[in-house]
């Protein structure tokens, strides 16, 4: 009784802490691509941010965004919903 106890105990720290986690990557990539938006890198906070990538998967698929910063490097992408999609 008392392991079966410790095991749902177990999962569901393992469970929240997912949870969190990905809430926390969630808001950093938020974070990021905010910075991005308004013209500089998350990272150094140069201005040299450059769109180098952009896909879309389809008309109501979310498009991937790939963003480098020259100044230091830093690439990242971004998937973001596409608004309108097709033929609206
Ligand atoms: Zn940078």
Redesign the pocket.
Known sequence: MMDTLYLLLFMLIILVGSVVTYIYYLKDKKEQLDAIKRGF?P????N?IELTDQRSGGCSAPKILSFE?T????ANSFSVQGGGGCGL
């Open positions: 890198c990272r150094c906070h140069h040299a910063c100044a230091c490097g830093y």
